[in-house]
Structure formats: C-alpha cells, structure tokens
C-alpha cells in the first residue's frame, strides 16, 4: 500500500506562533485529505485537498501531487489547535480507503 | 443531520465473546469503511465496502467480519474477541469517489 509520512511527530508551540506540518506519500493518489483529531478522540474534517491551494480562517493547505507532499498551514495558534493532524491518502484501486499517515501531535500552551 | 453514527461508543467485552458495531449514515453515501486505531498510530483499514453489496478487505481483516447491510449501514462483528482488539473503532463514509469522507465518533472497545 501507500506509505504516508508525516512530519514532525511531535510539536509544542507558545500561543500566536505560527506552523507547517508535512505530510509525504509514496505513490500518486487520486484523493487528499487533513483532519484534526481532537483531545476527546473525534476526528474533525479540515481540507479535501488532491492537488492545490486551500484556505479556511487560520488554516490553509497545499498539496503538490506531481511532488508527492501536502503542507499545512496554522498560523496564530490557538489551544484549541491541540490535538493529532492527520494527512490521509487514496487511491482508485483501492475503493478510495483512506491510508493515513502517524500523525502530528500538536500542543498549544497559553 | 446526524452524518454517520455508531453505536455503542463504549463497550467492554471477555476474551471470547461476541459482538457487532453497528454504523449507519444519513448522506446517501456509496462507500463505507471500518478503521481501528491503537495507541500512537494512524487509523488503519479493516474492511471496505465500495458499493452496496460488495466488501473487500483492508489492511487488517484478520479476526473480522463485516456485513452492508443496505446503502445506509454497515457493521463490524467480532466473533470471538481476543485482548489484541481493543482498540477504537471508526467507521466513515464516502459519496462520490473524488469527494471528502466523513467519519463516525467512535466506539472504544476494551477487551478483557
């Protein structure tokens, strides 16, 4: 299957700070997505993204498919933002399951 | 709108014993999918169904069992759960091929 690797593994920001977190796949995919794993487990949709640019308020993601890399993008962040990033991908021949990566683990502190 | 559902969202069980997870969605979805996922890892594949009547294995089938029940639910069944599967258990949903999925709350499975 596809591999996903994300990276870094492990992150701690002050409040306000900005970030990238990276998510690198093996094959080509037909399918993108980033969620936000909350601290009560639910795992919350933040960009379908396949190829290009995206923005939602404080966040925004590129994906480069021909490269094989998505970025996302958290600026002024918030504790809120603590939490698991996941980057998952898919493919056509596999009924577009999702193959997710490890994760980000991201904590915010005041 | 509800999304997709599963019930229960907690559950202990003996080595041994039975049971089914049940997941249903709202959204007039044509796939669905079970995913576990342990401790400091992703969420990996059980079992996917593309369409309505049809199922196929994913990453880690063995110990599974799965139904499609029609285009709204599909369940999980363990049929004789052994300390290795607890876990927590996401079910999710897909309308067309090149759209997002959606995923379930959860069910945290302990087995004893």
């Known amino acids: 299957g596809i591999q996903v690797e994300q990276s870094p593994p492990d992150l701690i920001l002050q409040e306000g700070a900005n970030s990238t977190l990276r998510c690198n796949f093996s094959?080509?995919?037909?399918?993108l997505q980033w969620f936000h794993q909350n601290p009560w487990g639910q795992l919350i949709n933040l960009f379908y993204i396949p190829s290009g640019t995206k923005q939602n308020g404080r966040l925004s993601a590129t994906t480069v498919a021909t490269e094989r890399y998505s970025l996302l993008y958290i600026s002024s962040s918030q504790t809120t933002d603590s939490g698991v990033y996941f980057c998952?991908?898919?493919?056509?021949?596999?009924?577009?399951?999702?193959?997710f990566g490890k994760g980000t683990s991201l904590l915010v502190t005041p | 709108n509800a999304g997709v559902t599963q019930t229960p969202k907690f559950q202990v069980l003996k080595t041994g014993q039975s049971m089914t997870l049940q997941c249903a969605q709202d959204?007039?979805?044509?796939?669905m999918y079970w995913y576990r996922q342990d401790p400091g890892m992703g969420l990996r594949l059980i079992y996917y169904?593309?369409?309505?009547?049809?199922?196929d294995k994913g990453e880690v089938p063995n110990g599974y069992n799965v139904s499609r029940l029609n285009k709204r639910e599909f369940s999980l069944r363990l049929e004789s759960a052994a300390p290795s599967q607890t876990s927590v258990y996401f079910c999710?949903?897909?309308?067309?091929?090149?759209?997002?999925?959606?995923f379930g709350q959860g069910t945290r499975l302990t087995v004893v």
């Open positions: 094959d080509s995919v037909n399918n």
């Open positions: 999710a949903s897909r309308g067309q091929p090149n759209t997002e999925a959606f």
């Open positions: 959204m007039n979805h044509n796939s």
């Open positions: 998952a991908v898919a493919r056509r021949n596999s009924g577009y399951a999702l193959n």
């Open positions: 169904s593309a369409s309505e009547g049809t199922t």
